[in-house]
C-alpha cells in the first residue's frame, strides 16, 4: 500500500489563482518531496524538504512540513494553464532505501 | 548524459509473452530503482539496486518478475508470462544519495 494520501484528489481553478494540495503520510521521514507528472509521462522533482524545515519556497512554490501531524503542503501562486498535472508527495522514510508515493491530486488550470 | 533512458517508450504484448524493459541511469548514479505505475495512482516501489546488488524487492514483485543490474550501470527488467494486470507504466529511476531521485519517462505496458 502507499504511504501517503493526498488531498484533493482533483482541483479545477481559473489562471492566476493559487492551487493548495495537501498531503499526509504514517511513519518517520528524512525528507518529503514533490514531483509533478504531466499525462503519460515521466516523474519531475520540483522541491524537497528535510524533516527538520517547516517551509521552502521554490519560485512559484512554497512547501510546508508539520512532522507533528505528518502531514505537508503544496501551493503554486499564479498558476498558469500549462501547471496543468498530477502532484505527487513523495517520502523518503527513516530506514528505507525508496520513495513512497502518494495518491497524487490532478491538477486542472483553466486559461 | 542528460537524464536516464527508457527504452521501449511504449509495449504491446499478448498475454502470456515475456517482455523485457532497459533502463540507463544517470553515469555517476549508483543507485537504481524501478516503480510501476497503474492508471490515476501513485508510483509503487518494485525493486532497488546499489550498484550491480539488488538490495531490496517489493512484494510487489512476483516471481514472474526479475530484474538485473549486471554492470552496475544500465538495469533490465523482465515480466515473464505477462498477465493483463501487469499493465501499468514501468519507471525507472536513479540517484547519487537518498535525496536526488531523477525518474526517467517510463514504459508504458499494454498487455492485450
Known amino acids: 500500500s502507499q504511504q501517503g494520501e493526498e488531498d484533493p484528489q482533483a482541483l479545477s481553478i481559473q489562471e492566476g489563482e493559487n492551487a493548495t494540495m495537501n498531503c499526509s503520510y504514517k511513519?518517520?521521514?528524512?525528507?518529503l518531496q514533490w514531483y509533478r507528472q504531466n499525462s503519460g509521462r515521466g516523474l519531475v522533482h520540483l522541491i524537497l524538504?528535510?524533516?527538520?524545515?517547516r517551509e521552502k519556497h521554490s519560485g512559484r512554490l512554497r512547501v510546508t512540513l508539520d512532522t507533528s501531524k505528518k502531514s505537508s503542503s503544496l501551493l503554486i501562486t499564479a498558476s498558469r494553464a500549462a501547471d496543468t498535472a498530477s502532484y505527487f508527495c513523495?517520502?523518503?522514510?527513516?530506514?528505507?532505501?525508496?520513495?513512497?508515493f502518494g495518491t497524487g491530486t490532478r491538477l486542472t488550470v483553466i486559461p | 548524459d542528460t537524464g536516464v533512458s527508457q527504452n521501449p517508450r511504449h509495449k504491446i504484448t499478448k498475454r502470456g509473452q515475456n517482455v523485457t524493459f532497459r533502463c540507463d541511469p544517470i553515469?555517476?548514479?549508483?543507485?537504481l530503482y524501478w516503480y510501476r505505475q497503474t492508471l490515476g495512482q501513485g508510483p509503487e516501489f518494485l525493486t532497488y539496486?546499489?550498484?550491480?546488488?539488488?538490495?531490496?524487492k517489493s512484494r510487489l514483485l512476483s516471481d514472474r518478475f526479475s530484474a538485473e543490474r549486471p554492470k552496475g550501470s544500465f538495469s533490465t527488467l523482465e515480466i515473464q508470462r505477462t498477465e493483463q494486470g501487469d499493465s501499468a507504466m514501468y519507471l525507472c529511476?536513479?540517484?547519487?544519495?537518498?535525496?536526488?531521485?531523477?525518474f526517467g519517462s517510463g514504459t508504458r505496458l499494454t498487455v492485450v
Open positions: 529511476a536513479s540517484s547519487r544519495t537518498d535525496r536526488d531521485y531523477t
Open positions: 511513519t518517520s521521514i528524512n525528507n
Open positions: 513523495a517520502t523518503d522514510a527513516t530506514g528505507a532505501n525508496n520513495l513512497f
Open positions: 553515469s555517476e548514479h549508483n543507485r
Open positions: 524538504i528535510r524533516s527538520n524545515e
Open positions: 539496486f546499489q550498484n550491480e546488488a539488488q538490495l531490496e
